[in-house]
């Protein structure tokens, strides 16, 4: 099932710096793209969102850009910092209630 | 913030034993799931729960899985006889599933899972 693909496993930057996360996506029913941050041995925690009908989104330092023609999203973080060290995990969703489906995620490394 | 929780954090188990992971959702979300992350490979959807009955599941989720609301803020994953390859990180999610299209599925900790 490769419906979602993240294509780098890990991403490394320097503090300060920006980060750009990329995720690719085959399935055009999907409408709905999140992005989690995970820490070894805890839980996804959503971070960031957005809906299909939008291109852009912006919640701080995070910024999703969605380009459905590409089927294609990215996660910008500006500026980095090194507690954003963590597994990026890129999902989607067909609509309300309905299941995740995962990328395989991207270790990104905040270097001081 | 309200949270997703989990209980055990960690179960060992051996195999052919039956098992039961808990979860308390959000307690005004109205979706319930479960997903699983093998060691080292993708975070996995097993089953959607609604309005007390399963309203979606995956391949995964076969006969000697299942999945109870024992009461009003309980939600409960069964795996009967376990198997070596059902070792792995479960996550329990819930989401408050309105009218809109965007929802958000919210995440426990997870259950580390080891059947020996």
């Known amino acids: 099932d490769q419906q979602v693909k993240q294509n780098s496993p890990s991403l490394s930057v320097q503090e300060g710096r920006i980060s750009i996360l990329n995720c690719d996506y085959t399935n055009s029913m999907f409408d709905y793209f999140l992005w989690y941050k995970k820490y070894p041995a805890e839980g996804p925690t959503f971070l960031i969102s957005?809906?299909?009908?939008?291109d852009k989104n912006e919640d701080g330092r995070f910024t999703v850009f969605l380009n459905k023609s590409a089927k294609h999203l990215s996660l910008h973080i500006v500026p980095s910092q090194p507690g954003d060290s963590a597994v990026y995990f890129c999902?989607?969703?067909?609509?309300?209630?309905?299941?995740?489906?995962f990328g395989e995620g991207t270790q990104l490394t905040v270097n001081p | 913030e309200p949270e997703v929780t989990q209980t055990p954090s960690h179960q060992v188990t051996q195999m052919g034993q039956e098992v039961i992971l808990r979860c308390v959702p959000i307690s005004n979300h109205l979706y319930f799931y479960w997903y699983r992350q093998i060691l080292g490979q993708k975070v996995e959807f097993l089953v959607s729960f609604y309005n007390n009955e399963i309203s979606e599941k995956s391949e995964i989720f076969d006969d000697q899985f299942s999945v109870e609301r024992p009461d009003g803020s309980n939600f409960t994953l069964k795996i009967r006889s376990t198997k070596l390859e059902d070792s792995a990180m479960y996550f329990c999610?819930?989401?408050?599933?309105?009218?809109?299209?965007?929802?958000?599925?919210?995440f426990g900790p997870g259950t580390r899972l080891l059947v020996l």
């Open positions: 957005i809906s299909s009908i939008k």
């Open positions: 999610a819930s989401s408050d599933a309105g009218d809109k299209p965007e929802e958000t599925q919210y």
């Open positions: 999902a989607a969703s067909e609509g309300s209630g309905s299941r995740l489906t």
